[in-house]
């Protein structure tokens, strides 16, 4: 099967210290390559398609091949990241790491689709996070270990029995479908369909762990992305701005309770649970998200603070306004938030251009020659409601650049910028340009103005706006909803000139 990767290369790139694979049982192989070959298979199963996945069998040593290594680092589809106390202490390692996150990083590609990063990180023994690289420090990881009654890890191994392996099993059941996920993505590099909508899923006790984990896996097949999708913040002030950002892009939210009281956040009395649920709730009065809540069968709470909690979200209509609270099998749940989603999928209908005039509504999409595929689904949809698109001339010299460029702002009804790669002073300067175009010879003013944030994030779109346009954010993913404005303006302005 060929590579989903751009020219054939690999699809995964596995980073890991040597000395992890190198098995303590005689005859037995080592465990990166029992992971590599289980992994390889699994994601072949369910995507029904084998994967290109590369790594080194043992260094070489040379300048050479560390070009070469580097080279395919950088092209290849995902980073697999195997975490050890080995591989911190491993400048080569480290190396891959960094090159292959700053790179992604650099060409605004590092996250993919709604919130998949390019980079897994796959925990082979316990670590401490503070420990841990920067650049996967927030990534949410896959533990390949588990701690045993003394309180040590073990690694999930069948060396250590049919529960370890039983255990590695799933595990790799999980990271096989989510990074098949990610390989569907990069095979079709964008969505030109208006996406599913997200789901928070709050992060709960560790007795929940394994429903949370159920309900994660059984939305990620269904084609739903599932926040929060890294490790949360625990002081409250960076805690609730992430919550109610990470929140707010889903339109469901879903809250496991069980019998523990669960983490306390620094500078809060209050759990985690708690925080997470209040949150939602205060969202939800502002009608951006529905809530579920999910109460553990005979959950009556082990300490006072959770006992009183649980009470008021059975009995106090404050704290559970708007959600449905549930104490049913989880299968229960699990159909009460397909319903929930089902509604929140029903496609947003925008009143289409008036036939008689959408065949003269000219709209200039004006986008950096780096973003042209990613305003295809811009451009898409605008011919889907009769519109004609013009694209800037990205080939020829600097004179007919700049005449095609003010000729589109001569002729069109009205411009978007989509700011993606060009850089904050481009920006400036196609909207002067813009603003301007009177010059150039326009008739009548423009109908519409709008500029769409993409990707790459940066400080400079983090609170972007502008006076003289209509501000549209496509960093995560398109969906015409976010030209509602722009069409209606537009569409008001036509209806006027047949006035």
Aim: proline share 5%; aromatic share 8%.
């Amino acid at each position: 099967m060929s590579s989903t990767s751009p020219d054939g290369t690999d699809d995964i790139f596995i980073s890991y210290a040597h000395v992890d694979n190198e098995s303590p049982k005689k005859g037995l192989d080592g465990w990166i390559t029992r992971f590599h070959h289980a992994l390889e298979v699994r994601v072949a199963q369910v995507r029904g398609q084998r994967p290109k996945i590369f790594r080194d069998p043992k260094l070489q040593g040379n300048d050479v091949f560390a070009d070469v290594l580097m080279d395919r680092i950088q092209k290849s589809g995902i980073l697999i990241s195997i975490l050890s106390p080995r591989y911190l202490k491993s400048e080569w390692c480290s190396r891959e790491l960094t090159e292959f996150y700053n790179q992604q990083q650099k060409a605004g590609t590092l996250v993919i689709g709604d919130h998949k990063a390019r980079v897994f990180k796959i925990v082979k023994t316990s670590i401490a996070l503070d420990k841990l690289p920067q650049e996967v420090q927030e990534l949410i990881g896959y533990d390949f270990f588990k701690f045993d009654e003394r309180g040590r890890p073990q690694e999930l191994d069948e060396m250590y029995g049919p529960e370890a392996e039983y255990a590695f099993w799933a595990r790799l059941n999980d990271l096989a479908y989510d990074i098949a996920q990610l390989l569907d993505l990069l095979e079709t590099k964008a969505k030109i369909a208006s996406p599913k909508p997200m789901v928070y899923l709050a992060e709960t006790i560790s007795e929940l762990q394994d429903e949370r984990d159920a309900i994660r896996r059984d939305l990620q097949r269904h084609g739903y992305t599932v926040l929060p999708d890294r490790i949360l913040p625990l002081v409250r002030s960076e805690l609730e701005a992430f919550l109610r950002d990470e929140i707010t892009r889903c339109k469901v939210s879903v809250h496991l309770l069980g019998p523990e009281y669960g983490i306390v956040p620094e500078g809060t009395e209050e759990s985690l649970t708690i925080v997470q649920n209040r949150i939602a709730r205060d969202l939800g009065k502002a009608g951006k998200v529905a809530r579920l809540i999910w109460i553990q069968a005979d959950s009556d709470g082990k300490d006072a603070r959770q006992t009183r909690f649980l009470e008021q979200v059975r009995i106090d209509p404050g704290l559970d306004e708007g959600a449905d609270v549930l104490e049913t099998p989880l299968e229960e749940l699990k159909t009460v938030l397909y319903e929930r989603l089902k509604a929140a999928e029903q496609p947003v209908v925008l009143a289409p251009l008036p036939t008689a005039l959408s065949s003269a509504t000219r709209v200039y999409l004006v986008c950096d020659a780096r973003d042209r595929e990613a305003v295809k689904p811009l451009q898409q949809y605008l011919k889907q409601q009769e519109c004609k698109v013009s694209l800037p001339l990205f080939e020829g010299d600097e004179t007919e650049l700049r005449e095609d460029h003010e000729d589109n702002l001569r002729l069109c009804d009205a411009v978007l910028i989509y700011y993606g790669q060009g850089s904050e002073a481009w920006q400036r300067k196609k909207m002067r340009e813009v603003i301007g175009s009177m010059a150039f010879g326009r008739k009548a003013p423009l109908s519409a103005v709008g500029i769409v944030l993409g990707t790459p994030m940066t400080d400079a779109k983090e609170d972007f706006s502008n006076d003289d346009a209509i501000v549209m954010n496509m960093v995560d993913s398109f969906s015409p909803e976010i030209l509602r404005e722009f069409l209606m303006r537009l569409q008001a302005a036509r209806q006027q000139e047949i006035v």
